[in-house]
Nanobody
Framework: QVQLVESGGGLVQAGGSLRLSCAASGIIFSINDMAWYRQAPGKQRELVTEITSRGRTNFADSVKGRFTISRDNAKNTVYLQMNSLKPEDTAVYYC??????????WGRGTQVTVSS
């Protein structure tokens, strides 16, 4: 049974910070690429950031310099540190895991709301 569980979402004022966590089970975590996606109302789901099994990271232009992704293979957990949050960051944030360039498994998401 594969399970990805996000946590850490909530309501924060613009300029504030949140740290999201995604705990994985049922997969060999260390060989999976991990990613964070988000979907805002009326918008398509977009890739925010990813970290490969080798530790390589990529970020969407909109979050570069503000967000950081990291992973702890011993804890089977991937993190998303979000700083200098903006109202446009408001969305449901999903973590995903996969191999071979795919996102095979998805969490159910956690709501992040940034107020102005």
């Amino acid at each position: 049974q594969v399970q990805l569980v996000e946590s850490g979402g909530g309501l924060v004022q613009a300029g504030g910070s949140l740290r999201l966590s995604c705990a994985a089970s049922g997969i060999i975590f260390s060989i999976n690429d991990m990613a964070w996606y988000r979907q805002a109302p009326g918008k398509q789901r977009e890739l925010v950031t990813e970290i490969t099994s080798r530790g390589r990271t990529n970020f969407a232009d909109s979050v570069k310099g503000r967000f950081t992704i990291s992973r702890d293979n011993a804890k089977n957990t991937v993190y998303l540190q979000m700083n200098s949050l903006k109202p446009e960051d408001t969305a449901v944030y999903y973590c995903a895991a996969g191999t071979g360039g795919n996102s095979d498994y998805w969490g159910r998401g956690t709501q992040v709301t940034v107020s102005s």
